[in-house]
C-alpha cells in the first residue's frame, strides 16, 4: 500500500456529458419536469499515478439549492485548495474544502467521491470495505413513477414488477382526490411483499398534504414521503396520520437528522449522497439512522453509473432490515460512462468488488476536460 507523499493529490480534471432520461420525462410535483441534466464528472490523478472518479448530478434548477452549472463553478473553486490533499485522509479532504468554500456540498460530493475511489485503489480494497464493511453483496432496488395520469402510473409499475422491482416511488404533490386516485391504482398492480411510496417531494401546502394523507389512510403497504417543504409542515402532516413517513429533503445533515428524529417527524430517511456532501458525512448520517432505529433508502440526487456505484457502496454497509431500498440510476438514464456498471438484475444491484468503486471509466468518452487543475510545482 502506497501512503504518505506519494497520494498526495498532483491533478484534478473536470469533464461534462449530459444524461437523458430513460422513459420520456420524469415529472415531479409543481411543473418540475426533467428530460437531460448536465453532469460533471471529476478525476484526481495523486503523485504515484493513483486515480479515482466522482459525479455530480444535480436534478435541475428547481429540485434543491443545486445545479448543474453550479457544482461545475464550485469545484473550479474547491480544487485549486486539494491539490496536496492525501486521498487517503477523507477527513483532511474535507476540512480543505470547507475552508475553501462553505455549502455547495453537491459538489463537494463529486471530489468526496473521487478520494474515496483513489484511496481505495491503493489500498487494494473496495470503497464499502473502506466505509466499514459491506453487510450484503447487492441491494434491493426501487423505481420512481414520474407524475401522470393514474392508469399510466400504474401501467408504468406492472412494467417495473414483471422485471423483478418491489419497491415503488410515486410522484405525487397535485390535487390530493387525484393523488388518492393514483395511490388506488398502483396499489392494485402490486402485491403482497411490495412497498409503495408516495412522494410529493415538498409540493403539498399543508392543508392538503393532510387532505391527501386522510384519503390514503389504511392503505395498505403504504408510506408517504416529504409532503411538504418545511420540516415543521411535515410534522403538522405526521400528528394526524397513521401512514409511515419518509423525510427526504429536509434531512441535509446530521444536526437535521437529529432533530427529526428526537421530534419522532419520521420512520424513515432518504439519504441522498451529493445533498449532504458526499460518502464520509453520508457514512456517518448513515449509522445514526439505523442506530435511530430508521429505516433508509439510499440513494442521489440523479447521475450514472459512478453516482450508482458510489450507492451501492453505501447501501452495502446498511444492515438489510434497516435498507428499504436503493436506487441504481444508471437504469434510469440512457447514458454510460463506465460500461453500465454496476448493472442490476432481478430488482437487485449488485455492490461492485474490485478495489475503489470497482468501476473503470471510459474517459475517452468523456472527450476534453472542461478545466484542470495542476500541482504548480
Given amino acids: 500500500m502506497r501512503e504518505g507523499a506519494g497520494a498526495a493529490i498532483e491533478r484534478i480534471d473536470v469533464y461534462g456529458y449530459e444524461l437523458t432520461y430513460a422513459h420520456g420525462d420524469y415529472v415531479m410535483s409543481s411543473g418540475r419536469t426533467v428530460h437531460r441534466l448536465p453532469s460533471t464528472v471529476v478525476r484526481v490523478t495523486t503523485r504515484d499515478g493513483a486515480q479515482g472518479f466522482g459525479e455530480a448530478c444535480p436534478l435541475g434548477p428547481t429540485y434543491l439549492p443545486a445545479f448543474g452549472e453550479g457544482a461545475r463553478a464550485a469545484i473550479r473553486e474547491l480544487a485549486p485548495g486539494l491539490i496536496g490533499a492525501d486521498v487517503t485522509s477523507l477527513a483532511g479532504v474535507h476540512r480543505r474544502m470547507d475552508a475553501r468554500l462553505a455549502g455547495h456540498g453537491y459538489a463537494k460530493s463529486a471530489l468526496d467521491i473521487a478520494c474515496w475511489d483513489a484511496f481505495g485503489r491503493i489500498a487494494g480494497q473496495p470503497v464499502a470495505a473502506l466505509l466499514g464493511g459491506a453487510l450484503q453483496e447487492d441491494v434491493p432496488l426501487y423505481v420512481a413513477i414520474p407524475l401522470g395520469p393514474a392508469d399510466r402510473m400504474a401501467d408504468f409499475v406492472a412494467r417495473e414488477r414483471a422485471g423483478g ?9 397535485a390535487d390530493p382526490a387525484e393523488d388518492a386516485a393514483r395511490v388506488a391504482a398502483v396499489l392494485a398492480v402490486t402485491q403482497d411483499g411490495d412497498a409503495v411510496i408516495g412522494d410529493a417531494n415538498g409540493g403539498w401546502r399543508r392543508q392538503d398534504a393532510i387532505i391527501a394523507a386522510g384519503l390514503m389512510a389504511g392503505a395498505r403497504r403504504f408510506r408517504l414521503e416529504q409532503p411538504c417543504p418545511t420540516l415543521e409542515e411535515c410534522l403538522a402532516v405526521r400528528r394526524p396520520t ?84 436503493a436506487s441504481f440510476m444508471n437504469d434510469w438514464t440512457l447514458e454510460h460512462v463506465a460500461g453500465y456498471r454496476p448493472r442490476s438484475a432481478g430488482g437487485r444491484g449488485p455492490v461492485p468488488t474490485g478495489p475503489g468503486l470497482g468501476i473503470e471509466v471510459d474517459v475517452a468518452a468523456l472527450g476534453e476536460p472542461l478545466f484542470t487543475v495542476v500541482d504548480p510545482g
Fill in 242 to 325: 397513521a401512514l409511515p413517513m419518509v423525510l427526504d429533503e429536509v434531512i441535509t445533515d446530521l444536526p437535521t437528522l437529529a432533530r427529526a428524529a428526537s421530534l419522532d417527524a419520521m420512520d424513515h430517511v432518504n439519504l441522498k449522497i451529493g445533498r449532504v456532501g458526499g460518502l464520509l458525512p453520508a457514512r456517518l448520517m448513515r449509522d445514526a439512522a439505523v442506530a435511530l432505529g430508521m429505516r433508509l433508502t439510499i440513494e442521489d440526487s440523479w447521475g450514472g453509473d459512478l453516482v450508482t456505484a458510489s450507492v451501492a457502496h453505501l447501501a452495502a454497509g446498511t444492515p438489510p432490515g434497516a435498507l428499504f431500498a
Fill in 165 to 173: 422491482i418491489r419497491n415503488f416511488q410515486l410522484k405525487l404533490g
